[in-house]
């Protein structure tokens, strides 16, 4: 259904816009406290760790394992995302995975 198919290419496209904001309020809200500790910096990290989240749905869910096995586009010569979303993947969970890390100088003080 034609109908169905933008749907969900609309849907595609809300979602990595809700991700591009988010980091960028994220990126935003962690240069704000960058020289006010570590825990000021730490309270900082919820829409920073949201937009990975989100990147990480969208790409992993959406393109590697719905798209990807579900509807066969591993199979495509022409249509294959897999190895650009996997790329994606790997730098928004190596991202994740940095900034959810808890800074040094906050278990120094508990």
Do not use: H
């Not at 904001?21 to 704000?32: H, S, V």
């Not at 991202?95 to 120094?108: C, K, N, R, S, Y």
């Amino acid at each position: 259904s034609p109908a169905l198919q933008q749907a969900a290419y609309a849907l595609i496209i809300a979602t990595e816009t809700l991700t591009a904001l988010l980091c960028w309020i994220g990126a935003g809200r962690l240069l704000a406290p960058l020289r006010a500790g570590a825990a000021a910096f730490n309270g900082a990290k919820g829409f920073a760790v949201a937009g990975l989240l989100f990147g990480l749905l969208v790409w992993q869910v959406g393109f590697i394992s719905i798209a990807g096995e579900w509807f066969g586009m591993w199979m495509s010569q022409t249509w294959n995302g897999i190895p650009s979303a996997f790329r994606l993947v790997a730098i928004l969970l190596g991202t994740l995975i940095f900034v959810a890390l808890p800074d040094g100088e906050v278990q120094q003080q508990a």
